[in-house]
């Protein structure tokens, strides 16, 4: 089955700096990549995601890439703020919706002000 | 607002007792899943109903009872937990099986459980 290793399990950045976050995944089948973030108390929403017919993806001041061969994709977050300051989850299943989401651990990241 | 609304908040449980958690969802979809959140932990998946059938159940300990009456309702009852079953539990749903691109997850609040 599908595992996803992520890091760093917790990440300080300054505020206006960039953030990285990376996964890996090891079903070459997979193609979906959802990326979820849960504020302290609050729900993971998905907040944008990727499939493998793609490379990146952006949306304003976040991006993800995806590398198929490598098995990895990461998140970036430009021009960071303090409400970014979350847990930040990646995913991986196969779009075909036959498999379920394989989670993460998550990246708690803090931006300080 | 979330369309997936869980009940309740928190609860505290003693070892000997039982208890249900309650989730509901106004999406209109047709799949819904309970997950476990543990600190340190990734997202567990514990069940997964179509159409309230049970499509999955990842080898969850027989204390847990998922019921789900409609594609609307998912309950989970609890009964007889350990301290470490203490967890954040999310309800979730989406419009298929699975999860794509068109058919993201959506999680309620969950439900802070304390298993005393």
């Known amino acids: 089955g599908e595992n996803v290793e992520q890091h760093p399990s917790t990440l300080s950045v300054q505020e206006g700096d960039s953030a990285v976050i990376k996964c890996t995944y090891s079903?070459?089948?997979?193609?979906?990549f959802p990326w979820y973030k849960q504020e302290l108390g609050k729900r993971p929403q998905l907040i944008i995601d990727?499939?493998?017919?793609?490379g990146e993806k952006k949306d304003q001041r976040i991006a993800v890439t995806l590398n198929k061969t490598a098995k990895h994709f990461s998140l970036h977050i430009t021009e960071t703020q303090p409400e970014d300051s979350a847990v930040y989850f990646c995913?991986?299943?196969?779009?075909?919706?036959?498999?379920?989401?394989?989670f993460g651990k998550g990246t708690r990241l803090s931006v300080i002000a | 607002e979330t369309g997936v609304t869980q009940t309740p908040r928190h609860l505290v449980m003693g070892m000997t007792n039982k208890k249900s958690l309650k989730c509901e969802q106004h999406?209109?979809?047709?799949?819904m899943y309970w997950y476990k959140q543990s600190a340190k932990k990734p997202l567990e998946l514990m069940f997964v109903?179509?159409?309230?059938?049970?499509?999955e159940n990842n080898s969850v300990p027989s204390r847990f009872s998922p019921e789900c009456p409609n594609s609307s309702h998912l309950f989970l009852h609890l009964h007889t937990l350990q301290p470490e079953d203490s967890a954040l539990y999310l309800c979730?749903?989406?419009?298929?099986?699975?999860?794509?691109?068109?058919?993201?997850?959506?999680f309620g609040n969950g439900t802070r459980l304390t298993v005393t």
């Open positions: 979730a749903s989406s419009q298929d099986l699975y999860q794509s691109h068109n058919s993201p997850l959506h």
């Open positions: 079903d070459s089948a997979s193609n979906y």
């Open positions: 990727i499939r493998s017919n793609v």
């Open positions: 995913a991986a299943s196969q779009n075909s919706g036959n498999t379920p989401l394989v």
């Open positions: 999406l209109g979809h047709n799949a």
């Open positions: 109903y179509n159409f309230k059938e049970q499509t």
